[in-house]
Each structure stands twice: as structure tokens, then as C-alpha cells.
């Protein structure tokens, strides 16, 4: 029987020609022509990003991990360096559990879900090699302070303590480090007792280590991070006072959380729709300088990074901005109706700090009466045991 060919794999030579342009004057022409509009539309794509996206180029050197599936791959990414077990899975996901129950519903005026946040912070932590407990306090680090104001803040804090290598218990308690903060029983704090009992509530859920973590982020060095706080956080660092002082460990951890916050928060660019807060020279000097001297200096420049970054970023003052804020506002209004949130991030009453009162101590009375001043704060509630982290 004679061979044939299939009638599907028969190519005209009619057909064939029409196809091959390249040596076709008309097809040559074609084709640059698509070529030319190829390279227009390519520079009209970098022109709007350059006007429209200045701060995307941070992407590929700052990123963070924005939800809990990208946290979950980052623990999973770093099993073999933490060797965790079963039970440290289930103590993740519990943690996990407690911090949407305890901070959700929540959003910032970027319109950005606040539990991100706290999702980042505790993978940054993770990062430097914070414990587990440590990272995932991120989630809860603003729970004692501020009420009902939270939720998705937490995870690229978490993030960001997993990229510098915290110790697991250190990076996870990013997903907690505001639950004294915003978190929803913050809200009915009134005096001193009050706090002592949400702590052992705190504690019954996620356990002493980790709220060890959240407490120190709560009280270290200052409630708040403003230049007084990183002046405190320098001198102690440059007097030895991390190692030589009862409450200085402490203080380092804390510190380590601050600046998880701090890239997170500035990589997203909340800090611009929260009144555009940027940091002093001075601010920026001294994290710099702690960051290298504990041993994280890629850390600090991811730092100065976004920090320069937010500095060229212009928010005009117009009349059409104006009305935009409005419109915001408005939406933020609709919002609080529908999910229960509150519209007011940053103005709601920070309880917790109205109830201890300890920002109002001058640097050089701090560092005159370090562990006096810090102990007072740590030994609030003395039916609970003090936490001695492993070294």
C-alpha cells in the first residue's frame, strides 16, 4: 500500500508565502510597524510609572507578606530552620484564630485592612530571627491601647520579623502586637486592674511567652515611636544597657518590633493618608545606627529606603484633594456602619495609656533610673509571673 500524506499536514504554497512576511516589502513594513508601537506603549508605561508608581521600585527590596496564606508559606519556607512540631502548628493557628476574633472587622484610611499590617510585622520578625512567640505578638501589638480600632494592621509586621530572622515565638507575636491597642476588650479598660485581668486573659490563649512579646512592644521604650523613644532606645544601646540592666533585653526586643512596625507600615504607605507623618533626620539617624549595632543592618536600609521613598510623594492640598478627604470620610462613615469599624483610626482614646501614664517621663529621668522606671510598668500586675526568655 503506497504511503500518502495526511491532507492536514499538506501546506498550500499560496498560503505559505501570505504567512512569511519578513520578506515581503508590505510585511517588513508591517512589522515595524508593530514593533514601533510595541516600543511606544512600553514607554508609555514606564512614564506612568514613573509619575504614578515612584514607590513600586521598593518591590523587589522590601517585601513583605500581606495575608495569612503568604505567612503561613514563610513559616512553612523556614520549617528546617525553626523545627517546630505538630504542637507549634497548632499554637500558630490558634494564635491566628484568636487575632481575627480579637482585632477584625477594621480598616486604615489608605482603605488598606489593618490585620495586614500585623501579617507583615510578624514575617519581618521571623526574618531576623525572632521567636516564634516574639513574631507572632505582631499580631497583637496595639491590643492593651487603643479600642475597636484594629484588625488587619498585623501581618506585615509578622512579615518583616520573619525576614530578619527572629525567633519564631519573637516574629509571631507581630500578628498580636496590638491587641492592647485596638483590640475589642481594650475598649472597656478604666484603671490598672482592668489591664492585669485582659493580660491573663491574653496569656490563657496564646501563653506567657508570647504575650511576654506583646507586653514589651506595649511599653518599650514609649508607647508611642517618636524621636524621644528612639533617643531612649540609642543612649540605652550605647551605655550597654541591653546587656547590663534587668529590663534592657527587653527593651531590645521591643525595639526590634517598633522598626517591623515602622517597615510595614511605611512600605504600604499608610503613614501618608494617617497625616503624612514622616521622620525626622534625627529619627532616622539613630534607627539607623541601632539597626547596625545590633546586627541588622539590612534592615535599616530597607528602612531608609521606604523612608525616602514617602519623601517624594506630594500630597497637594487642593481643592480637589480636599473634596476627596471629604468623600473619604464619608465612605469611612458608611464603612463603620456596615462591618462595625471605626472611621476615627489613630484619633480613638488610647486608654491604656491614659491609664499608666508613663510617656510623660523625660529621656534623662529614663536613663537616670532605667530599670526603676521600666519595672514599675513591668510589674503592674504582680499575680503574673515575669517571663525570662531563653538565651
Request: net charge positive.
Amino acid at each position: 500500500m503506497a504511503l500518502t500524506t495526511p491532507r492536514s499536514a499538506v501546506v498550500p504554497y499560496r498560503v505559505q508565502y501570505r504567512t512569511d512576511t519578513s520578506s515581503s516589502p508590505c510585511g517588513w513594513q508591517r512589522n515595524n510597524l508593530i514593533t514601533v508601537r510595541k516600543t511606544q506603549q512600553a514607554a508609555k508605561v514606564k512614564a506612568r510609572a514613573r509619575e504614578y508608581i515612584k514607590f513600586k521600585s521598593v518591590d523587589k527590596d522590601v517585601w513583605l507578606p500581606q495575608t495569612t496564606l503568604e505567612l503561613l508559606g514563610k513559616l512553612t519556607h523556614l520549617k528546617d530552620v525553626y523545627h517546630y512540631t505538630d504542637a507549634d502548628v497548632k499554637h500558630i493557628t490558634k494564635t491566628l484564630k484568636f487575632a481575627v476574633d480579637e482585632m477584625s472587622g477594621f480598616m486604615r484610611k489608605s482603605g488598606r485592612p489593618y490585620f495586614q499590617h500585623c501579617v507583615g510585622m510578624a514575617g519581618c520578625l521571623l526574618d531576623i530571627g525572632a521567636p516564634i512567640d516574639h513574631a507572632l505578638s505582631g499580631l497583637l501589638h496595639s491590643i492593651y491601647v487603643l479600642c475597636m480600632c484594629c484588625h488587619w494592621f498585623i501581618k506585615g509586621m509578622a512579615g518583616c520579623l520573619l525576614d530578619i530572622g527572629a525567633p519564631l515565638d519573637h516574629a509571631l507575636s507581630g500578628l498580636l502586637h496590638s491587641i492592647y491597642v485596638f483590640g475589642a476588650q481594650a475598649q472597656a479598660l478604666t484603671n490598672a486592674d482592668d489591664v492585669c485581668e485582659l493580660r491573663k486573659k491574653v496569656i490563657e490563649v496564646v501563653g506567657l511567652e508570647m504575650e511576654y512579646y506583646v507586653w514589651g512592644y506595649t511599653i518599650f521604650p514609649r508607647g508611642n515611636l517618636d524621636d524621644s523613644a528612639m533617643e531612649i532606645a540609642r543612649e540605652a544601646l550605647d551605655r550597654g544597657l541591653y546587656e547590663t540592666t534587668k529590663m534592657g533585653p527587653k527593651l531590645k526586643d521591643a525595639v526590634l518590633g517598633h522598626f517591623c512596625n515602622e517597615l510595614d507600615e511605611f512600605y504600604q504607605l499608610d503613614q501618608v493618608y494617617s497625616g503624612n507623618r514622616k521622620r525626622s533626620l534625627a529619627f532616622r539617624r539613630n534607627a539607623t545606627h541601632i539597626l547596625n549595632k545590633l546586627g541588622y543592618p539590612e534592615l535599616a536600609d530597607k528602612l531608609l529606603t521606604v523612608y525616602s521613598k514617602q519623601d517624594q510623594i506630594d500630597i497637594p492640598n487642593s481643592k480637589t484633594d480636599q473634596h476627596h478627604t471629604k468623600t473619604v470620610r464619608q465612605f469611612a462613615k458608611k464603612l463603620h456602619q456596615v462591618f462595625g469599624s471605626d472611621p476615627k483610626y489613630g484619633a480613638a482614646p488610647r486608654k491604656f495609656h491614659r491609664i499608666l501614664n508613663f510617656d510623660k517621663v523625660a529621656v534623662h529621668e529614663v536613663m537616670e533610673n532605667f530599670d526603676k522606671h521600666y519595672s514599675e510598668v513591668e510589674n503592674l500586675c504582680p499575680d503574673i509571673p515575669l517571663y525570662e526568655p531563653k538565651v
